[in-house]
């Protein structure tokens, strides 16, 4: 996986965010949200923004590259 979203989740937890108000605010659906867990999904553009304006940081802040292992 190149791209990791440990980053969103950890915020998420900081700022008292639960899955519930997550899919509340329909900031993210739950089977998004679920690949996100699973690193099998990713967002757009347009989600990126919704979560950096509600979690009032930038895109880095919820995500990271992560270089394939190769082996």
């Known amino acids: 996986?190149?791209?990791?979203?440990?980053k969103l989740f950890i915020l998420l937890e900081e700022q008292g965010w639960t899955t519930y108000?997550?899919?509340?605010?329909?900031?993210i659906g739950?089977?998004?949200?679920?690949a996100l867990k699973n690193g099998t999904g990713g967002l757009d553009s347009k989600t990126?923004?919704?979560?950096?304006k509600a979690l009032?940081?930038?895109p880095g802040?919820?995500?990271?590259?992560?270089?394939?292992?190769e082996e």
Do not use: H, N
Not at 48 to 52: A, E, R, T
């Open 1 to 6: 996986m190149a791209i990791s979203y440990k």
């Open 21 to 27: 108000r997550i899919r509340k605010e329909k900031l």
């Open 30 to 34: 739950q089977g998004t949200l679920t």
């Open 48 to 52: 990126i923004s919704k979560l950096c």
């Open 56 to 58: 009032s940081c930038q």
């Open 61 to 69: 802040d919820l995500m990271e590259y992560v270089p394939d292992k």
